[in-house]
C-alpha cells in the first residue's frame, strides 16, 4: 500500500484546511516547491496536490507554484481543485501532470467525466468527498444531493486511475479514517480507491491494511506529516514489511 504525501496549495503557500473549512487554515510552508522536493527525498513515489483557491473559484490562480513543483520533481503529480472543463484538463496534461482529479463536474457535468476518462483511459481520478455519506462540491461549500456510494457505482463503467475517498468530518484532524465508508466505497467500486481524511498515526495507516484486499492500494497523508506524527520512511517501510508478512503468510497458509 502507498502512503501519498499531500500539498494543499491556497495563495501560493502550503496548508491543510480543518475538516475542509477554509476558515480554519493551517499553514505550513511558505516554499510548497521545497516541501514537494523534501516529499521526493523522503521517498514518495506520487504528489497528491490540491489547488484549494481552484476549487473554491475556477480560477487557476496557483499554476505558477504548480509548474515550479513539476519542474523540481521527477515523481508523478496528481492534482486536483478547478478542473471543470476539458481545456482546463488539456492544459494540465501538456503541462507534465500525470493525472487530473475531478470532484465537483463529477456532479455538475458527469459527461464529461465520461469525454475525458475516454480521452484519457487510466489518467482520470474522480474525488469523492463527502459528509455524513453525502457527496460535496465546490470546495466541499455546496452540498450536492447523491450519496458517495451512488456516486461510485455510476463511476463503474468508466477506465479511471482511482477513486479518491475523503470523509470530510475526519479530514485534518488526525482522529483516524472512517474506516466503514472506506470499506462500503471499495466493495462497491471496481475502480482503485485511495483513502484520504483522518490519518493521524502509523496505527491508522496500519488499521488500513486489510482493506488493500478490498480494492484501497494507496492513503494520502496531509497534516499527520507535517506535524511529524508519521514519518513518511517509518510509514512506507511499516507497511511494506506488513505486504511482505501477508505475502509470506499466503504463500505458506496451505503448507503441512
Known amino acids: 500500500m502507498e502512503v501519498i504525501p499531500a500539498i494543499d496549495l491556497l495563495n501560493g503557500k502550503c496548508v491543510r484546511l480543518n475538516q475542509g473549512n477554509y476558515n480554519e487554515v493551517t499553514k505550513f510552508n511558505s516554499d510548497p516547491v521545497k516541501q514537494a522536493q523534501i516529499w521526493e527525498s523522503q521517498g514518495a513515489k506520487r504528489l497528491h496536490l490540491v489547488d484549494l483557491d481552484g476549487a473554491r473559484t475556477g480560477e487557476p490562480i496557483n499554476d505558477p507554484t504548480i509548474k515550479k513543483i513539476k519542474k523540481s520533481i521527477s515523481i508523478p503529480i496528481q492534482l486536483g481543485g478547478g478542473i471543470r472543463n476539458a481545456d482546463r484538463a488539456k492544459e494540465l496534461f501538456d503541462n507534465g501532470i500525470d493525472r487530473i482529479i475531478l470532484g465537483t463536474i463529477a456532479i455538475e457535468n458527469p459527461t464529461l467525466v465520461r469525454v475525458l476518462s475516454k480521452e484519457y483511459p487510466k489518467k482520470i481520478a474522480v474525488g469523492i468527498d463527502a459528509k455524513e455519506g453525502i457527496v460535496a462540491t465546490r470546495g466541499w461549500l455546496k452540498e450536492s444531493k447523491i450519496s458517495s456510494l451512488e456516486l461510485a457505482k455510476q463511476l463503474n463503467d468508466l477506465e479511471l486511475a482511482a477513486i ?40 491508522d495507516l496500519i488499521s488500513l491494511v486489510d482493506l488493500e484486499r478490498a480494492g484501497i492500494g494507496a492513503i494520502i497523508v496531509g497534516r499527520a506529516l507535517y506535524d511529524g506524527s508519521i514519518d513518511l520512511k517509518e510509514a512506507q517501510l511499516t507497511l511494506k514489511n506488513l505486504a511482505l508478512q501477508d505475502s509470506f503468510n499466503d504463500q505458506n497458509k496451505f503448507v503441512v
Not at 169 to 181: E, F, H, R, V
Request: aromatic fraction near 0%; hydrophobic fraction near 40%; proline fraction near 5%.
Open 164 to 203: 479518491i475517498s475523503t470523509d470530510i468530518s475526519t479530514d485534518g484532524t488526525l482522529k483516524g479514517p472512517n474506516i466503514q465508508a472506506l470499506r462500503e466505497i471499495a466493495d462497491i467500486s471496481i475502480n482503485p480507491v485511495i483513502a484520504s481524511g483522518g490519518i493521524g498515526s502509523i496505527a
